[in-house]
């Protein structure tokens, strides 16, 4: 019903700007995607292209097959929910929800239907002859999702639309959205910066940083097997620890040392690595990858992050705690069992079986985790 | 100085401290000085001088007539004929206006190379002195050598020349024509401002809620574009009533009381027939038509304040 | 390039072409003419086109008052009050920047006052200001006039002045409110707990910050004094105090006056403002838009 295909699209702003590099990308029939990534990525270009409001510079967009970079905006099976809403402002709630059926001619009767369980389903019934102007944040929040939902197009698109409401709110209408794409079985394209509702929402993700592409998959592959450093920072908060480095061999195992630290890798990366020991490389450890079970004690020294504490934050149910080693700053989440102060020297076992390494030059992800390694097979 | 008791009170009810009185009040002095002695006191002054018979070929004698002069005014036919002149002219002026001015506006909204060079352009007319562009299109206008003749009869429109500001018929659409030229600019940038104001999500919104060119138009553009169309109504037709200049340099009223407007009704009162008097209740009678009609203006334009 | 654009593009250049003809097609013919000799201007129909090209009108301009300079067949066309054309050109100027000027001082402080203090009586204020202005300059002329004639001032140009002073006033004290009200109140706050007192605050805080609509205002007076013929034509006598539009106007009613002259005269009374105008364009636009339509 609806399966867009990007093959190598490009777009260039007449200023020069290129906005999108060589975009290859498959979006299945009734799957929820999300484009994400800071902003100036390209993510918001892409959905735009597939509105038809922004032209294919080069390359081929298709519709289940059929070309439509020709297709004028207004004739395209696509509905839209804005960042700022876009509401008509001298219209009132229902016109704003009728109009796209009335520019496609519906039978008033129809509409009416349409217009009135949308507007039930939202819970903004009693709002339908009042203008935008009049409306919270929220309700107009709404009104924009009823105009999208009553002409059950092909594709529903959605710029950022919980960007400017409150905490709260985002996270209930996260669940929302959620239930929206099971009920209505259409294809979703979803904009966000946030990585948090990137996670929770999507079937799939696409990371793009300033044009390009970074990743595509599923929120526990973006997640456990980032394909470079900038994947592997965007997701997860507090962001992943970086260790630079240069991998060197100790007897039969590598080491990665920078400073005072000295880290082990496991085994199975000594093979993976092997060819490249005397690079820089980068060791990524997430927040959460303190090995508080202690498994992995007893395999020495070389498995710990020794360093001083620099903060403590408690956040209800864990706390962080900011450590600096080697010169180096990291953040690692313990749980409140014990309590910590400023100054104080830890030794953290850490996870190493969870350990990323990536190139130094390019970012790459050279030596996936073992773990998700694990996960994969 | 110490605001005394009351007036202490006074100010605190109205959550004013007496200092920041002070200083605005210090502050608003010098316009309101240049107002009251050059604005206020003028009004007031025309308002007394209506009551009264004042001829200044009669200097000694000035009886009081009280509403007299207005009285004659309303009787006098040539009064109402500048009454229905002005109205013609100012409905023709104002529609023109608005129909260029918005067209302009639409144009001007486009991103296009040279755009900048447009609307730099398009304040020239804006900037002359309406004396000049009296003369300038009585020069055009003119039945012996004009170039509105000579275009026409070059491109075989007329086979000979053809009377232009003379003819009764055409006086009007002419001197408005001239009016309408160089009222246009201000209109224009007004709407331009007003269009720009429109989100551009609005319009992308339109587009895939189905909305093609005109529809876009019909639904966004249009309404977005109201308060605009208000304000530059109300304004050119305040402009257009008054309006004296053109009338002074282009046909002195004439020919044949074609383009007998008011305000030059009483120019012709006053400072033809020196009759100051009755001059000045034609003057107030203007006065208290263009009031009320930019109490409506003061309305929509002083809650944005 | 798809169709759609390329019948866009088109449309877009034939309008624009259409906008500078209406625009500037009479201004062009103005200054056209006022190149040519007399005979190519009168003729049926007239040379759209000078050649040859003749500065002869504005010669004779400039040598109006010279009964020694050379003349040609143009210049026996030439009006009795040509002469005054460039004290006339004075008289504008100092006239224009003496409201400027004075225009500042007065409507700075009462903008300023009307922005960011609250007083009693502000509303009030604001709406007596803009309705000075909604009377009919023509129901002024006859009592001014004699305001004028009884002060001894009439053919004076300090008339001209004050009374101009009084017509622009309201509206650039309208263009300053808008703008200083959009400027943050807590600039105000912070530079009166700095030590400022309300005078000071206006001038070391927000004067340099209203600079673009500063020169709105003036370019809007000097453009209005400039212009201004109403009042002109009532106060002023004498070539002593005449401004342009008077003397301009004056050749008008001479029927013998040769049409080259009359048209060199005018591009000559219009080559200040449409340069401050072309000049300052910016500023013209945006000091408008502050003061007009919002949102």
Redesign the interface.
Same mark, same amino acid.
């Given at each position: 019903m609806a399966q867009i295909h990007f093959s190598n699209v490009t777009k260039r702003y007449p200023n020069g700007h290129l906005a999108l590099e060589d975009l290859n990308l498959q979006i299945e029939d009734k799957e929820f995607l999300v484009l994400l990534g800071p902003s100036g990525c390209g993510k918001s270009t892409t959905l735009?292209m597939i @509105?038809?409001?922004e032209d294919v510079t080069q390359g081929s967009l298709k519709f289940d097959g059929a070309e439509v970079s020709?297709v /004028? @905006? !207004?004739?395209?099976d696509? @509905? $839209?929910v #804005?960042?700022?809403y876009?509401?008509? /402002? !001298?219209?009132t709630v229902y016109e704003n929800i009728a #109009?796209?059926l009335r $520019?496609?001619r519906h039978p008033s009767a129809d509409i009416d239907v349409r217009v009135r369980n949308a507007a039930r389903a939202l819970e903004i019934e009693h709002l339908l002859e009042r203008r935008p102007g009049q409306l919270s944040g929220g309700q107009r929040q709404r009104v924009a999702l009823g105009?999208a939902m009553v002409?059950e197009p092909a594709v529903f698109?959605m710029d950022e639309p919980l960007s400017n409401l409150d905490a709260a709110l985002r996270i209930s209408m996260r669940a929302s959205i959620k239930a929206l794409h099971q009920s209505m079985g259409t294809t979703f394209v979803y904009v966000t910066h946030d990585q948090a509702e990137a996670l929770t929402l999507a079937d799939r993700i696409v990371v793009m940083c300033q044009g390009v592409v970074q990743q595509i998959g599923t929120p526990d592959d973006i997640y456990e097997r980032p394909a470079n450093k900038f994947v592997a920072n965007f997701l997860g908060s507090p962001p992943i620890n970086f260790i630079d480095g240069l991998l060197e061999r100790s007897g039969t195992t590598l080491q990665v040392s920078c400073g005072g630290i000295s880290l082990a890798l496991p085994p199975s990366k000594a093979v993976q690595l092997a060819a490249r020991v005397g690079q820089q490389v980068t060791v990524g450890l997430r927040a959460e990858d303190v090995d508080e079970s202690g498994a992995e004690r007893g395999s020495g020294a070389d498995c710990l992050i020794a360093g001083e504490i620099s903060s403590v934050l408690p956040v209800g149910s864990d706390q962080f705690l900011g450590v600096r080693c080697g010169g180096q700053g990291m953040f690692f989440r313990v749980g409140k069992e014990r309590s910590f102060s400023v100054g104080e020297r830890i030794e953290l076992p850490i996870n190493r079986s969870r350990l990323h390494v990536f190139e130094a030059a390019s970012g790459a992800n050279i030596g996936v985790s073992d773990a998700s390694r694990m996960a994969a097979r | 100085m110490q605001a005394p008791g009351i007036g202490r009170r006074w100010l605190a009810k109205h959550s004013v401290n007496a200092s920041d009185q002070r200083s605005a009040l210090l502050l608003l002095s010098p316009m309101m000085a240049v107002l009251f002695a050059v604005a206020v006191f003028p009004i007031l002054y025309s308002l007394w001088i209506s009551l009264f018979d004042i001829k200044l070929t009669r200097p000694r004698s000035t009886p009081f007539v009280g509403l007299g002069n207005y009285a004659q005014a309303f009787a006098d036919p040539l009064f109402w004929t500048s009454v229905e002149r002005t109205l013609i002219f100012t409905v023709m002026s104002v529609s023109a206006i608005m129909v260029i001015a918005t067209l302009m506006a639409l144009l001007l909204n486009q991103e296009f190379r040279g755009r900048r060079l447009l609307s730099t352009v398009l304040l020239i007319p804006w900037a002359i002195p309406y004396v000049v562009d009296g003369l300038m299109w009585k020069w055009i206008y003119d039945s012996g050598y004009g170039a509105l003749n000579g275009a026409l009869y070059q491109l075989h429109f007329i086979d000979k020349y053809v009377v232009w500001l003379g003819d009764t018929a055409k006086t009007l659409p002419l001197i408005a024509n001239a009016f309408v030229w160089k009222e246009v600019p201000l209109a224009t940038i007004l709407l331009l401002v007003t269009l720009k104001s429109v989100p551009a999500d609005l319009y992308g919104a339109a587009r895939v809620d189905g909305a093609n060119l005109w529809g876009r138009f019909v639904h966004v553009t249009l309404p977005s574009l109201r308060p605009g169309f208000m304000l530059v109504i109300i304004y050119e037709a305040m402009m257009a009533v008054r309006h004296f200049d053109l009338f002074f340099i282009l046909t002195e009223g004439g020919p044949a009381n074609a383009s007998h407007v008011l305000a030059w009704h009483i120019y012709v009162e006053t400072f033809r027939n020196l009759s100051f008097g009755s001059g000045a209740a034609v003057a107030y009678l203007l006065a208290l038509a263009t009031f009320a009609m930019s109490y409506v203006v003061i309305r929509t334009v002083g809650n944005r304040i | 390039m798809s169709y759609a654009l390329l019948a866009k593009r088109i449309g877009l250049f034939m309008a624009s072409l259409l906008f500078l003809a209406y625009v500037l097609a009479p201004v062009l013919w103005l200054v056209s003419s006022s190149l040519q000799r007399e005979a190519n201007i009168t003729s049926v129909p007239p040379h759209w086109i000078p050649h040859p090209l003749t500065l002869s009108s504005y010669r004779a301009i400039f040598t109006a008052g010279d009964p020694s300079a050379s003349t040609d067949d143009n210049a026996s066309f030439v009006p009795s009050t040509a002469q005054y054309l460039l004290p006339a050109l004075r008289n504008s100027l100092i006239v224009a920047f003496a409201v400027v000027v004075l225009n500042l001082i007065v409507s700075v402080p009462a903008a300023y006052a009307m922005a960011k203090i609250r007083y009693i009586g502000r509303d009030l204020s604001v709406y007596f200001m803009l309705a000075t202005r909604v009377i009919p300059d023509i129901a002024l002329v006859v009592p001014f006039f004699l305001f004028i004639r009884k002060l001894g001032l009439l053919d004076n140009l300090g008339a001209l002045i004050i009374t101009y002073l009084a017509i622009t006033v309201p509206f650039s004290v309208f263009m300053l409110l808008n703008y200083f009200e959009s400027l943050p109140d807590e600039l105000d706050k912070a530079a009166r707990v700095d030590g400022c007192s309300r005078l000071q605050t206006l001038l070391r805080v927000f004067l340099p910050l209203a600079l673009p609509s500063l020169v709105a205002v003036i370019l809007f007076t000097f453009l209005a004094s400039w212009n201004e013929f109403l009042f002109a034509l009532m106060f002023t006598q004498t070539p002593a105090s005449q401004t342009i539009p008077i003397i301009v106007a004056s050749f008008t009613s001479d029927f013998t006056t040769s049409f080259s002259f009359i048209n060199a005269a005018g591009v000559l009374a219009i080559v200040p403002p449409v340069i401050i105008a072309v000049l300052f364009e910016r500023y013209i636009v945006s000091g408008l838009t502050a003061g007009a339509v919002k949102g």
């Open positions: 735009n @509105a038809g409001l020709s /004028p @905006a !207004h004739k395209r696509v @509905a $839209m #804005f960042q700022s876009a509401l008509y /402002p !001298h219209k #109009f796209g $520019m496609r105009r002409r698109l | - | -």
